[in-house]
Each structure stands twice: as structure tokens, then as C-alpha cells.
């Protein structure tokens, strides 16, 4: 996943000069993306989980400085959890869908791997740059590692931007990638 990415992130940065804004959208199981960063974390002592670790490190740094706007699509089937929830930290704008389905929640999920294996450039946490070092704060989160953070919460523990509803999602989705872009094409040389 870090080689892809890594690549993807160079090839874009490099070959999309035109490309302002990226869209960071996952799917799959979240549960599988928590075990496989528990795993990590234990088998730190393994030369080659240390490798993938670095390279994760690396690939996550490259996130933190694109010269580009960022946006994460959360929506239901999204596995915006542990290690893949760093997208959607890194992130300018981070939009969650307030879904009224039923058995069709979105959320996010912590790992510890969210809490320092995975610094930025500035050697803090992305959780710690988002809520501005808050220990209270911080300590929150940890509780709620593993847990399923939804849309709807407060608005201190939320970790998205918005959760625009069913009936408005389309729109504001629709409307936050209009209004961005038309802002990049204004500042043609941001990119």
C-alpha cells in the first residue's frame, strides 16, 4: 500500500501539474486495517516490518507537503481506520456522511498507530497537529481506540470537517470540489 501510494503521490506531483485538488476515498474492512497495524506494532523488532514502517513513515511525510488541497470522502463501506485514517488526517477537508441507513454506518476507527509511530515532518502525531497538542484531548482519543467514531458526535471528538446528510450530500460534496477548483484556477501558479 506505501509503494502504491508513494508512487501515486510522485506521479501526480511531477506529472499533474494541473491537478490541485486530491480525493482521498477508501473502501473495505476496517477491522482487517486494525489488525494488520496491531501487527506492526508488535513485530517491531523484525528488520522487515521495521522497512514497511519507514516506508509508511516516509509515504505519510510526502502526504503532510503536496502543495495541493486535499479532501477525504467518508462514506458507508470506507475503511478509514488506524494506519489509512492518516489520509484522512492529512487532509484539508474531511467529509463524512451522516447516513439515516440502517446497518449502514459511517465512521472512523484509531489504532495506536495513530498516536507517533507515523509522525509528521515536525515529528508530531497528525491527531496531536488537529487538536492542537489538547492532552484532554489526546487522552479522549486513546479511550477511543478501536472504537467507531461516527459524523454525528461532538464536535470536539468528531474527526470530520462535515457530515452533510443523505438529502444534502450530493450537493455539498458536489459544491466543496466546484468551489475549490475554481479557486485553483484563479491561482494558477499554486500549482
Not at 486495517?33 to 496491531?38: C, N, S
Not at 492529512?90 to 472512523?108: F, H, I, K, L, P
Not at 497528525?126 to 492532552?135: I, M, Q
Not at 472504537?147 to 466543496?176: F, H, N, V, Y
Request: glycine share 8%; proline share 4%; charged share 25%.
Amino acid at each position: 500500500m506505501a509503494r502504491e501510494l508513494d508512487d501515486a503521490i510522485l506521479t501526480l506531483r511531477a506529472g499533474e501539474l494541473d491537478l490541485g485538488l486530491w480525493i482521498f476515498k477508501t473502501s473495505g474492512n476496517p477491522d482487517a486495517v486494525l489488525a494488520i497495524d496491531e501487527f506492526i506494532l508488535n513485530h517491531q523488532d523484525n528488520w522487515f516490518v521495521r522497512e514497511v514502517l519507514g516506508m509508511m513513515r516516509r509515504t505519510f511525510a510526502r502526504i503532510d507537503v503536496p502543495s495541493r488541497s486535499i479532501y477525504s470522502i467518508v462514506e458507508p463501506g470506507s475503511c478509514f481506520a488506524g494506519t489509512l485514517l492518516e489520509l484522512a488526517l492529512a487532509a484539508d477537508r474531511v467529509y463524512m456522511r451522516d447516513t439515516q441507513e440502517d446497518g449502514n454506518s459511517v465512521s472512523m476507527m484509531l489504532s495506536q498507530m495513530n498516536f507517533g509511530p507515523l509522525p509528521m515532518v515536525n515529528n508530531l502525531s497528525r491527531l496531536a497537529a488537529r487538536f492542537y497538542s489538547d492532552e484532554a484531548q489526546i487522552k479522549m482519543l486513546q479511550g477511543a481506540i478501536g472504537k467507531k467514531l461516527s459524523g454525528a458526535g461532538g464536535a470536539r471528538s468528531r474527526p470530520g470537517t462535515a457530515a452533510p446528510d443523505d438529502l444534502d450530500w450530493g450537493d455539498e460534496i458536489r459544491q466543496a470540489i466546484e468551489s475549490r477548483c475554481r479557486a485553483i484556477a484563479r491561482c494558477p501558479d499554486r500549482a
